[in-house]
């Protein structure tokens, strides 16, 4: 199973269960915050990790609310606010999430498509593997795609990466810097 489904079938879980205690039909508080502690601190690491610090500060908070250490004494309507809210932040949180990474796969596409098939051959298209092994694959570390021009033979291979927020950005400055053997 892909990561990303994985993760999917954690959030669509973790929401799950949110649901059940809002509407009284599961009562084990202690299992769900549990739960929430170890959950939305993966998603935080995968938030700060992927540059979205607002993001993982938020699911960090919504993880000392929840923990089951010290849990503060709060109201049971209070508590289903504080459900709701969780429940709306996951899924918003899902939504930014595998939007970016959609985002980079038609990015992907779109760059395969400035290469006709009448004029080139894809000669490999690298597929990140080491997300299926969950193992460090070789291959991974080649370029995204390698064309060969069918007229006369030349290889091009390039690297893909999309930046949605490059423009915009002060951490990218004022574009990439290559070095001469790149």
Not at 104 to 125: A, M, S
Not at 130 to 153: G, L, W, Y
Request: hydrophobic share 45%; with cysteine.
């Amino acid at each position: 199973m892909s990561e990303n489904k994985t993760l999917k079938i954690i959030i669509i879980i973790q929401i799950l269960m949110l649901v059940f205690v809002i509407l009284g039909i599961a009562d084990s508080y202690n299992i769900l915050r549990w739960d929430i502690l170890f959950i939305n601190g993966t998603l935080a690491l995968i938030s700060i990790s992927t540059r979205r610090y607002i993001l993982g500060i938020i699911l960090i908070g919504f993880s000392i609310l929840f923990n089951p250490i010290w849990t503060p004494h709060l109201t049971k309507t209070n508590w289903i606010i504080a459900d709701i809210f969780l429940i709306f932040f996951l899924l918003y949180w899902s939504w930014k999430y595998f939007q970016n990474y959609n985002k980079g796969l038609e990015f992907e596409r779109f760059i395969q498509n400035k290469f006709p098939k009448e004029d080139w051959t894809i000669v490999e298209y690298t597929k990140d593997l080491h997300k299926k092994f969950n193992r460090f694959v070789e291959a991974d570390s080649n370029p995204d795609f390698i064309f060969r021009k069918k007229i006369n033979e030349k290889i091009i291979a390039i690297e893909c990466k999309y930046r949605s927020d490059f423009w915009q950005s002060k951490k990218w400055g004022l574009g990439l810097s290559w070095d001469n053997n790149q």
